[in-house]
């Protein structure tokens, strides 16, 4: 019988499912809306949207495993080769993805502050190409989970392992590299920029500077990357080095890891007004959070 905390555990990782799921999708149908259509003034949309989607799909990896061992006595990694290379693949690839995302808007967003003109990164082709680049780059880089894990033992059992090497910890130690090391590095140093180019705006009395259109989704994003690294950095470090420890503790770790990824509406709701304000449309609250707006007004260009 399971322990009450592994229960804990596992109910827990299906709230993150059922949440997580219903709010990354409102958040990618916001951002579909016609007010944030306009991807050659927004580029930074494309990086946004394609998070929510990642995000969804990373809450169906080990999470969903999480849940259906404990609750359910039902092993997804044992079910099928299909069901078993998928969630080793999509465990890895997701949040590598979401992290590469991360650090490309975060220099983006140094870019878009530190610059008075528009770069390549600010081009919304470019940025479609950056994130594809990101994607196939990932994607190969996991492959091998399609190739060599997951096999069929002689007893016709199925080994979420690999035939040809020894995957684990191997490559929690290539992740943690990949999806923590490596992207806190960067994300410090282009978001340490950011911030000091959003205090020197704060000093601004004009807003006839060019940049001080990029403050309000600047603040969301630090904010965001800065909350990424905090909760996706120890289960990594767990996985990586502390893999024999207690299981329900570990899942623990992970648990806190996947809450981040249901974290981006409510961000967005709290930091950036023009979103809360098409949210607050939608539901039709249309006069809720209506302020005073300044006789100059900032174009809607904001990101």
Known sequence: MASIESL???????TLIIVGTVLNATTLLILSRPRFRNTRARPMLHYMRTMAILDTFMLY?????HYLTTIQSFYILRYSLVSCKFVSFISYFAPQSSAWLRVFVSLDRYLSLSRLHRT????????????ACILVILFALNLHFFLFVCYYRQNGTISALSWLYDVYPLWDYVNLGVCNIVPFILMVIFNSGV???LIILRRTTTLQNPRIQHRAISITL?????????MTMPSA?????FSDANDTLLK????????YYVLSFPLYMLTFPEFREECISIVGLKGWDRR????????????
């Open 8 to 14: 804990i555990v596992a109910n827990y990782s299906f």
């Open 252 to 259: 623990f770790f992970d648990s806190f890891l996947y809450s």
């Open 237 to 241: 470090i767990a996985f990586a080095f």
């Open 195 to 197: 911030i000091y180019h």
């Open 61 to 65: 990896g080990w999470n969903l495993d």
């Open 120 to 131: 390549w990164f600010s081009n919304s082709k470019h940025t479609l190409m950056i994130i």
């Open 222 to 230: 630090v904010i965001t990357t800065f909350i990424f690294l905090a």
């Open 292 to 303: 005073i707006q300044p006789q100059t007004q900032v174009p809607l260009q904001t990101i």
